[in-house]
């Protein structure tokens, strides 16, 4: 069984179906997808679709949809749960309306709520904190480095930056997260790997096979996907966490 991890989409449902198609995907192989996959580009409601869709497809596979902090404002924004809500349009979630066939003008929560399709609502609904596939935990963001998994709020786990990017952790876990886009692939092993790579800002969308080191990655507008080995990368890392 290979693992596939899947960096942050924003809303690039073009990209996503290319690096997706793209993958040497094998029956009982798991998928992880690190959350934010609205706001900000240009089709959230092909992205989501796309996903759903994949999950009927792909029944003989573990697929996991983590929760990002964009789907959270706007489950926020909807007075469903989650935070931050009213940060919803402003950051990004004018496009997510727009892909639902409403202005930003028209937006309203109860419009919105009456705008998603029912499966759409449901998807958003069950999206999950973190996952964990040894030796890896997935989550959107990151974790405060001095708490345990238990003691994490889940609103550090979707929103924290610096405290993690600049610290180790004392989780005996490497941390898989997206969020912080980077130009390339954060590696600070053993203790956590970025693939966040800025997709919508015009860069890339990340995927790691775990199991063989690998990076499979499309640039935003293109067709191509590149196939990148980056086992040297745990060669040279600390065995041991501090």
């Known amino acids: ?31 992880v997808f690190l959350g934010d996959y609205i706001d900000r580009g240009p089709d959230s409601r092909g992205v989501v679709d796309f996903l759903i869709a994949l999950q009927r497809q792909w029944r003989e596979n573990k697929l996991v ?33 727009q892909s639902y066939g409403l202005s930003p003008e028209q937006a309203t929560p109860s419009r919105l709520n009456d705008a998603l399709p029912p499966n759409h609502l449901a998807f958003y609904q069950a999206l999950e904190s973190y996952y964990i596939s040894e030796p890896y935990l997935c989550v959107h963001a990151g974790v405060h480095p001095q708490r345990t998994l238990a003691e994490q ?17 004392i989780l ?46 499309i640039g935003r507008g293109k067709k191509r996907i590149t196939k990148v080995a980056v086992e040297r990368k745990w060669q040279v890392a600390p065995s041991t966490f501090g």
Request: one cysteine or more.
């Open 1 to 31: 069984m290979s693992s596939y991890v899947i960096g942050d989409i924003h809303g690039c449902a073009d990209e996503l179906r290319y690096l997706v198609d793209a993958l040497p995907v094998q029956a009982h192989d798991e998928i």
């Open 65 to 97: 949809f983590l929760k990002g902090n964009h789907e959270d404002m706007l489950l926020s924004y909807l007075e469903l749960s989650g935070r931050h809500g009213d940060m919803f349009l402003p950051n990004g979630g004018k496009t997510t309306v």
């Open 153 to 169: 709020s889940e609103e550090e786990l979707l929103w924290i930056r610096h405290p993690f990017l600049y610290s180790s952790h």
């Open 172 to 217: 005996p876990y490497t941390v898989l997260f997206g969020h912080t886009p980077q130009h390339s692939v954060l590696y600070d092993l053993p203790y956590k790997v970025g693939l966040d790579t800025g997709l919508v800002y015009g860069n890339m969308l990340t995927c790691l096979n775990t199991d063989e080191k690998v990076l499979y990655q």
